[in-house]
């Protein structure tokens, strides 16, 4: 068991919401997706893989199947779902400093929750209503989104650029080669194994791909 | 917020940086203790002579300078402060990280191949518990200080021993000690430089409590929406202070006296390649469109010979102009040219690469990558990562094609939070890059390049202008580390209760 999985730390967080406030939140996330600007700070973030939020209401929890009893629950549930790069230890400070206003946004009306600044009530209260991941299967483990991003924009403009100047003279074609170097050059970053962010985390993974120490 | 420190309590080498004070040579000692009460009298009896943060004035009223001839401090590490036998409940409030100690987080501090502690001096094969240093106006100052701090350890009568195990100029490797100095030009001037040429520790943080601040906040305190500077929360750097969490750091030991006004340091000997860098250089400005100096400044940040900063002087033309205006300017204007500046006028990294020493360690507000008003404050991913340098270099180059002579630099991290602080600016932003977009290519300077595999960087060419970009490829390992570990630094007051053997969280 282990939060971590090549370049992406797997969050899932549920907070109880009370169920008369829970309309809140679902305005508050339409809100936020009609208008881009309130997420710029989350999308500028370029160590988040991935971020979703979702409420729950309290009749509707899931179930495995029909067949298994509803549960009586007092409370609605807000699910927090997300990938990045790094340790919830190492980046708690980036995601509070970054966006402390937008964070306590979505979790304002949950129960208890304290404010993102100070840190370590914020940092106390995620890991106190994680889940933590019992199996995490990453296909790319040497990639985070940034990664991914670029490599999509190389492969689109590799083939644009084949199609358009594979057969042109060797000056414009020199020309059109420096050209696509120049639009691709914050793109060109090296892919290759993660860091190594946590001690344990890396143990584990020795012992289960049996790696000697 | 306005915050007066007692610096009667705090460690010098902690507010001072002695180098800047005419202290031109230092000489560090590790220490064993192997017993409980000798090694608490032992600490009493330096503790007489440590030098706190107190301001030495120009003169005393006789007209005799005050500053000293020589500045002693003290640090352990956690074994050290076992062996000196305070409570278990206080050792328990040290972090994960401090009671490792530096060889086993290798992992996370990138140090194999080379670096791997296998290969460091002897010493780092004891057991270390105290770091003692010494830093002087001479050498004959430094040695009279470590005479005494002899004398001291003789009468502990093998309660404490002084290890040995330090690699030195002449090939030996079995020295007492670690001896540091700053670097002479040809004239036998001091210089603030280092083995590769580069002008070091210009810019360290400036924080809440240290005097002078409007002079020296700008480019090294955090920067505001605003455009401006303001010192960063002195807990960044002080235990037992509101750091930038609005907290007292979680890094604290009980009881409050053992933890306030001490701090955290990072001790790391970083051997020099003088000999690969100086023709890693010389190639690869064979096929760059510029100087070799420009060259050597789009890896540091800083032109070598005067610090300027390249985001200011981005080529050897307006390098010209740089200096023009610089030998115009008066004392407090030449600090602001070297220090204030941001990199909102390059967030493309056009004129400083991403890969830059200078943007890895201190990205100022670039990473909102030109976002406007895309994080609350624009240091939001910075303010938390920065560190206090001090350190100076060993060591002589006298074969400048070589690596294998004595020659790097003893650099001390000083922080609050080694891991937050100094091991992510070590893992996530000099040997790996994905918070630049930049994945795995790591620092020209400090990275711990893989020969097997060696990474490059990329130099941004003007967006749109259809001129290539320029690569740096088959970048060799240019420093190595070649020993550390990490220490507390107490307060004084603490140091007399540890000493005293009065230490007590209950």
Partial sequence: MSNIAGKAYAMNVITPIRWYMAWINKLIFKIALSNPSTLKGLITLSLIHYARWVIIPRDNFPRLDPSQPKEELNYSYMLFFSNFNGSWDQYVDSFTFAIPSGLDLFWKWNVRYPKSVPLTPFHDYIRHNQIDTAHYYNAYPMAASNDVKSAQKIKKALINFNAISADKAPEEFFDDYNKLLNDLQHHFGDMKPTPIVSLSADAVRKRYLQIPE | ?506
Avoid at chain 2, 176 to 195: F, I, R, W
């Fill in chain 2, 1 to 506: 917020m306005t915050q007066k420190l007692d610096l009667t309590d705090i460690q010098g080498n902690i507010i001072k940086a002695y180098g800047r004070y005419n202290f031109q040579k230092a000489r560090y000692l590790f220490l064993r203790i192997d017993d409980g009460d000798k090694g608490r009298k032992f600490v009493g009896a330096i503790t007489t002579k440590v030098t706190s943060a107190v301001p030495w004035g120009k003169q005393d009223a006789e007209g005799t300078s005050t500053v000293p001839q020589a500045t002693t401090n003290i640090a352990f590490t956690f074994d050290g402060l076992q062996a000196l036998e305070i409570p278990t409940a206080s050792q328990k409030g040290f972090p994960e990280d401090f009671i490792m100690g530096m060889s086993k987080r290798k992992d996370i501090l990138g140090d194999d191949g080379p670096s791997d502690p296998a290969n460091w001096d002897k010493i780092w094969k004891e057991k270390v518990h105290v770091w003692i240093s010494i830093n002087g106006q001479s050498i004959d100052a430094v040695k009279k200080r470590y005479e005494w701090i002899q004398e001291q350890i003789e009468a502990s009568k093998g309660g404490v021993v002084l290890l040995t195990g330090h690699r030195g100029d002449k090939g030996e490797d079995n020295l007492p000690y670690q001896d540091a100095s700053v670097l002479y030009d040809a004239t036998g001037m001091p210089t603030p430089k280092e083995h590769f040429g580069y002008t070091d520790g210009i810019g360290d943080p400036v924080f809440e409590g240290q005097t002078n601040l409007a002079a020296r906040v700008l480019g090294r305190g955090k920067l505001m929406r605003d455009g401006t500077w303001q010192p960063l929360a002195t807990g960044e750097f002080l235990l037992g202070h509101v750091d930038e969490a609005m907290e007292y750091p979680k890094t604290a030991p009980s009881p409050w006296l053992l933890a306030h006004n001490g701090t955290y340091m990072v001790y790391r000997k970083l051997h020099e390649n003088v000999g690969t860098f100086n023709r890693f250089l010389d190639e690869q400005s064979g096929i760059f469109n510029g100087s070799k100096e420009m060259l050597a400044a789009k890896f540091a940040g800083r032109w070598r010979d005067n610090g300027a900063p390249i985001v200011h002087a981005p080529d050897d033309a307006s390098k010209t102009e740089w200096d023009k205006r610089y030998a115009a300017a008066d004392e407090s204007g030449k600090r602001k040219m070297l220090t204030d500046f941001t990199y909102n006028e390059d967030i493309h990294g056009t004129k400083c690469p991403y890969s830059a020493h200078l943007r890895r360690i201190n990205p100022r507000g670039s990473l909102e990558f030109g976002v406007k008003d895309a994080y609350d404050t624009p240091g939001a991913l910075v303010n938390r990562r920065r560190i206090l340098r001090r350190g100076l270099p060993y060591g002589e180059v006298k074969d400048a094609t070589r690596d294998d002579g004595n020659h790097g630099i003893i650099f001390m991290a000083l922080n609050a939070d080694i891991q937050r602080q100094f091991e992510f600016v070590q893992q996530q932003w000099i040997n790996y890059a994905n918070d630049f977009k930049e994945g795995n290519d790591k620092e020209v300077l400090l990275g711990n390049h893989d020969a097997n595999d060696p990474g490059k960087v990329v130099f941004s060419a003007e967006p749109g202008s259809g001129k290539p970009p320029h690569f740096v490829s088959n970048i060799p390992r240019l420093v190595e580390t070649r020993g550390g570990d990490y220490f507390f630094i107490p307060s004084i007051t603490a140091l007399k209760m540890i000493a005293g053997g009065i230490v007590d969280p209950t």
